[in-house]
């Protein structure tokens, strides 16, 4: 079998490892990525401690060789202005983005795969006599791009606008901090991904966005400003930029996962919102289960691809609507911050739409019973 594979990100590195290591170890792989091999964009990747069974239930020997690397706490907290409140028991794991790919692009090489890097595929016809290519080249995906109408993609852009920062102040835990100022409001998701490094992202709404003129702000300036409305929270530590610009997050689905031979994985796919964590996640759950499905129908690509999509859909349905939904909490973020903060912090909680009551106070019973007592002394 012949596999094509645009991008060399987790998804793209991952499933080339895996086709050889579980399928056959003279399946050739040809792996292209258009950037340097050390090269990535963002920061940091997380990823909740239940997120993480996934690769120790089906690949513990790699969930093994990735995990010393990782950083982990155990609580949550949420700032908000005058009050800082802890959520106790979410648990969380991190690793930058760069050593993921660097341990991924490991794991590729020691069953003889290694990427192409520096090359941009902009003819598919370089695919030719492949018996399977796949999209693994995010959200600007090539394949998906070329075959919009045959895939039924449907993009839709989020209006508030976010900044991928990252900083040399190590925190302590995954933290949300809501800030307001006279041009409007802000909120920060940061965290650590390296003992020394973290990420900190900057997001604000579309109101805020205009009235402050960041969209004629310049970079240092920009930097500069959120240095300043940021101090307490960066303690002296400057914001580092890499490839930091203002985003709009897209929400995108597909009628179809493939066509012909072609099939799309990870961000080329489906996007999930960064304020619950399970991009990275679900790209490498879209390629173990289509290694599953190649292995399940042998000799039958067009099997395969219809059982990879009919396996996975559902999941994936399940986790972007709960992403959607705490995007949609977001929208609104700058009127929640009316609310008492530990109403604020209820409404964080259960913004996915995912957490009832029960599971909160089985989950996070600290805050939980904090949260009961103030309803019941008012």
Known sequence: MRVGIIGAGPAGLYLGYLLRKWIDPNIEVKIVEQNPQDATWGFGVVFSDQALKFLEKDDKETHDFIEPHMERWRDLTVNLPGATIPIDGVGFTAVGRLELLLLLQERARSVGVEAEYNRQVTDLSE????????????VNSLIRNTYVEEFGTKIEFHPNKFMWYGTTKPFDTLTQTFRKNDVGAFNVHHYRYAPNNSTFLVETDDATYKKGDFESMGDEETVKYFEELFAP??????IITNNSYWREFP???????SYKNM?????????AHFSIGSGTRLAMEDVIQLTKSLK????????????????????VATLVDAANTSLDWYTDFAQHMEMDPYDFVYSYIKRSGRISDARARMVAPSFMQEYDARRESQ
Do not use: C, S
């Not at 695919?127 to 995010?138: I, P, Q």
């Not at 929400?251 to 996962?257: A, G, I, P, V």
């Not at 099939?263 to 996007?271: E, F, P, S, W, Y």
């Open 296 to 315: 399940n129908n042998p000799g039958d690509i067009r099997a395969a691809l219809e059982e990879y999509e009919e396996q996975r859909r559902p999941i």
């Open 127 to 138: 695919f030719e006599g492949y018996d399977l290519v796949v999209a693994a080249d995010g």
């Open 263 to 271: 099939v799309l994985v990870g961000d080329a796919l489906h996007t």
């Open 251 to 257: 929400k995108m689905t597909q009628e179809r996962w």
């Open 233 to 238: 929270e960066l303690d002296g530590h400057p």
